[in-house]
């Protein structure tokens, strides 16, 4: 009987580059520039690591496919090097790549970087992608804003919630998540924004306005981890290890049969289900400290909080009013800005959450440093709500 | 001798409407003078739409509820297809769902290949469908603009409820050049009307139409439609004065539609038949290089073979809008800058698009064997049970009744007609699927919201010049329930 990975990985040290409109940089040297914080963090040099997992979305717009790039750009001299892409779930997908792999016994040391350069587009958004050759014959060519608006509909159906008092707290969500960003020096948005503008602003899908999408970014992190031994011989402080990381990918369940109601995300709630049972989390409401989700845009992270099991089903609206979800509120959700303001450069984002909730819980985290945190949330939603991939992991002091 | 001829038809014009005084005060600046026709709206394709939606659209009006196994041969006409060498019946009958073995034959090169493609099918004498579409372009600011339209008609011809059989025709053939297209050009060069009235249309018709009655045995006062396709304005009332006819000169659609070239005269046909009486005697002519006059008379069946939708329905489902640029974007009229989003590339997988046809074309669900849970598109095994899909039926879902389940308008993504709107369409059988919507009318779409499926145009490949076809939703008229 598998017992899981509780407490047999540790982070050893975390980096985290600046998110935003890098015109200054390339893809190799914003991963370096998460790599040496992380190096430094940890107290190791580049050959104690023994494997890496490097994730990256769009190779059209990066570095290419494979591994290599990754490789040749940190410099990691003939160590296995894996490329793994697993859409908004690549980051925390290297993490789990590189946990594994310490938890197995099989290294001692791994790294997960995951790295995207977005803005070397041409334009905002992210770019169309390749769909398939059987799906590009029958699927629609929504963008990704236009398959997360759908959420709305599907909450406001089941739970009977007016258009305008679904739109305020959405809204909310935007709103609190700016008031967090300019307390993150490395945030792509570091300016709060009246809720006024942010309820008023231009529709990209309706009921989604600009304010209501996460930010196109770019930027790379990364997290060291070794077992808990080691990082106690290594003189690490307040070590931080991994109580369980898990995903959940959609067989297509919720696209083809009649079941789903099109208000919540089975993925989370399968993924998040066999996490809290990993890391062995019975109350959630007031077990877990701090959540960073994947507020790709303000409605999913609504809808977020009940999947997590935070919110009661039908009660987000009220919770998210209410400033639950808030910095001084009861379980702060995206307290370095989250995807909105903080960025979302896709294949860096889980590691992302997973440095801020490692810089709060070893006490580092500056202004923006909550009051003794002890366990942490992340998650990542890649695809669509009806055909995706939940990403989660959940990060505690020992 | 067996009886034949028409035993059902249907008819299909887009949607979209065009008011002519937008057209006329876009172009008043150099072309004032098109004030004058500034009357009612005109048809034209949504970007999605073309010779061969439209024909399937048609198509479906005509064969819906009917039985198409016995079906011989399929017929098709149009001035427009959308390809110089792909054959336009052949895309059109997966849609259809029409038998494999049938012989066809597509038409065109000429605005009387409506009349002479249903001639044809007409004189063969075995059991088809024949459908004439198109979609007739005319430069900006021409009087084309203002007067043309889009539509489609269909036929289907067999020895069983013969609705409407033909009782005499009449035709020629001159080398008349009242205008032509070169081949490879965008639009038509035009001669002066005046002397196309004279010497084309009051020469070369009554001489066709004397043939068709003498054929028919039967005087111009036996005649009680006239349904004459012209290009030009007023072109049927001189043609009817000339021939003294008093009958009911069949309306030609203008309001609403406009003339819509190769189907032009089959349209009104399929008008005329909406309202005849057993009995009635129906002329049509068409004119082109020539003329055709085709004569019909009306049967008691002719109840039991009118359409759901037919040109009356079609006329009534109209979605007016005022912006002109739309037409003329719609029509690659003018090169707008779509955003470095549009660059996305298109190229369609042939090969897949050919395994996939039966799924695809028909837009055939499946019915799983073991649970009988209907599923769109058919994968490897059943998304509920898991049981594997040689254990699966085909179930069209293109009658299907279907609702917006959720829904969105996306002015993100790049789109020839933001904005997108897309959604979960729930079908009654409890398939269910993401589709575009189109069609959508000020209104807008909501949850609940009663949705048709249309066969159209998914993605255009402008680089390679190919379009993929694929279902969408539209919603629901209400002239197409039963």
């Known amino acids: 009987m598998a017992t899981g990975i509780k407490d047999k990985v540790a982070i050893l040290g975390a980096g985290c580059s600046k998110f935003g409109e ?36 769009g190779d059209g717009i990066n570095v290419g496919n494979s591994s290599i790039p990754a490789a040749v750009a940190l410099r990691l001299d003939g160590i296995p090097v894996t490329r793994i892409e697993n859409m908004c779930g690549t980051g925390t997908e290297a993490l789990r790549g590189a946990a594994y792999a310490v938890a197995s016994g099989a290294v001692d040391i791994a790294l997960a970087i995951g790295s995207e350069k977005l803005k070397d587009t ?20 929504g963008s990704a804003p236009a398959g997360f608006a759908q959420l709305a509909d599907g909450y406001r159906t089941r ?21 967090n960003g300019q307390y993150s020096p490395k945030a792509h948005f570091q300016k709060p924004v009246p809720m006024d503008k942010i309820m008023n602003a231009p529709m990209i899908a309706d009921p989604l306005g600009l304010f209501d999408c996460s930010g196109v970014s770019d930027g790379a992190a990364c997290a060291i981890v070794t077992t808990p031994e080691i990082a106690k011989a290594l003189g690490k402080k307040n070590i931080v290890t991994i109580k369980s990381l898990q995903i959940s990918t959609s067989s297509g369940r919720e696209t083809q049969l009649s079941d789903w109601d099109g208000a919540s995300v089975p993925n989370t709630r399968t993924a998040i289900k066999a996490a809290y049972e990993e890391a062995g989390i019975t109350r959630p409401q007031e077990q877990v400290s701090l959540t960073e989700v994947h507020d790709c845009f303000s409605i999913t992270e609504l809808v977020t909080m009940e999947d997590l099991g935070l919110s009661e089903d039908g009660h987000a609206v009220t919770d998210v009013l209410d400033g639950k979800f808030d910095r001084d509120g009861k379980i702060p959700c995206q307290i370095d800005g989250g995807l909105k303001c903080f960025g979302h450069p896709i294949g860096a984002s889980g590691l992302r959450m ?20 002890s366990l942490g949330v992340t998650h990542n939603l890649g695809g669509v709500p009806y055909q995706g991939i939940a990403a989660v992991s959940i990060l505690g002091l020992i | 001798m067996t009886d034949f001829g028409i035993t059902s038809f249907g008819a299909y ?22 004030r004058g026709l500034a009357k009612g709206s005109r048809s034209f394709c949504n970007w999605d739409e073309d010779a061969i939606t439209m024909a399937v659209e048609a198509g479906r009006d005509a064969i819906l509820g009917r039985d198409v196994s016995g079906l011989k041969a399929f017929g098709f006409a149009s001035t427009r297809p959308p390809y110089a060498d792909l054959q336009p019946s052949a895309i059109v009958s997966g849609p259809l769902a029409l038998p494999l073995r049938l012989r066809s034959v597509d038409s065109g090169l000429t605005q009387r290949a409506g009349t002479s493609g249903l001639l044809a099918a007409l004189a063969a004498g075995e059991p088809a469908l024949f459908i004439a579409s198109d979609n007739p372009r005319a430069k900006p600011a021409s009087q084309q603009e203002m007067t043309f339209g889009a539509g489609a008609a269909a ?17 020629s053939i001159s080398n008349f050049v009242d205008h032509f297209r070169d081949a490879g050009e965008d639009f038509d060069y035009h001669w002066e009307e005046r002397w196309i009235r004279d010497e084309g249309y009051a020469k070369l018709i009554p001489v066709a139409v004397r043939e068709a009655l003498e054929d028919a045995g039967l005087s111009i006062g036996d005649i009680d439609h006239l349904a004459m396709a012209s290009m030009l304005r007023g072109g049927a009332a001189q043609v009817s004065k000339l021939l003294k006819f008093e009958g009911n000169l069949v309306d030609e659609i203008a309001d609403g539609c406009g003339y819509a070239g190769a189907a032009q005269a089959p349209l009104m046909l399929a008008l005329a038949l909406e309202t005849a009486k057993p009995g009635d005697k129906i002329m049509v002519v068409s004119f082109g290089q020539g003329a055709d006059v085709l004569v019909f008379e009306v049967t008691d069946a002719i109840e039991q073979a009118r359409p759901r939708r037919g040109v009356s329905g079609s006329l009534a489902a109209g979605i007016v809008t005022d912006a002109y640029l739309r037409m003329l974007s719609f029509a690659d009229g003018i090169d707008l800058e779509w955003g470095m989003r549009s660059e996305k590339p298109a190229k369609t997988a042939l090969t897949e698009q050919y395994r996939s046809r039966g799924q695809m074309e028909a837009f055939m669900a499946g019915k799983c064997g073991s649970c009988g849970t209907i599923q769109f598109p058919q994968l490897q095994y059943c998304a509920r049970c898991h049981a594997p899909s040689d254990q699966f039926s085909d179930v069209s879902l293109r009658e299907e009744p279907a609702k917006v389940m959720t829904q969105t308008a996306d002015w993100l993504s790049y789109y020839p007609s933001p904005p997108l709107y897309v959604g979960f369409v729930q079908f009654e059988n409890g398939a269910r699927l993401q589709m575009e919507v189109v069609d959508v009318g000020p209104e807008g779409l909501d949850i609940g919201t009663p949705l048709e499926m249309v066969y159209r145009v998914k993605e255009r490949d402008r680089q390679r010049g190919y379009n993929r076809y694929f279902w969408k939703a539209v919603p629901a008229t209400g002239a197409g329930k039963a």
């Open chain 2, 155 to 171: 036929f289907v011809l067999g020895h069983e409820n013969v609705a409407a059989r033909l009782v005499g025709s009449g035709s």
């Open chain 1, 354 to 373: 997973a440095y801020e909730i490692y810089t709060q819980l070893q006490g580092r985290a500056g202004e923006r440093q909550l009051p003794n945190p």
């Open chain 1, 159 to 179: 739970f009977q919630i007016s258009k305008e008092d679904l739109k305020r707290a959405i809204s909310h969500v935007s709103w609190k998540s700016h008031q």
């Open chain 1, 22 to 57: 890098r015109w200054d940089v390339g893809s190799p040297e914003i991963m370096a520039e998460a790599f040496e914080e992380a190096l430094a963090d940890a107290g190791i040099e580049r050959k104690d690591i023994e494997a890496a997992w490097f994730g990256c979305w």
């Open chain 2, 13 to 34: 014009i887009p949607r979209m409407r065009l008011d002519r005084a937008a057209i006329a005060a876009a172009h008043k600046w150099m072309a004032p003078g098109l």
């Open chain 1, 122 to 141: 041409g334009f905002g958004g992210l770019p169309p992608p390749f769909k398939g050759t059987f799906n590009d014959l029958w699927m629609p060519m």
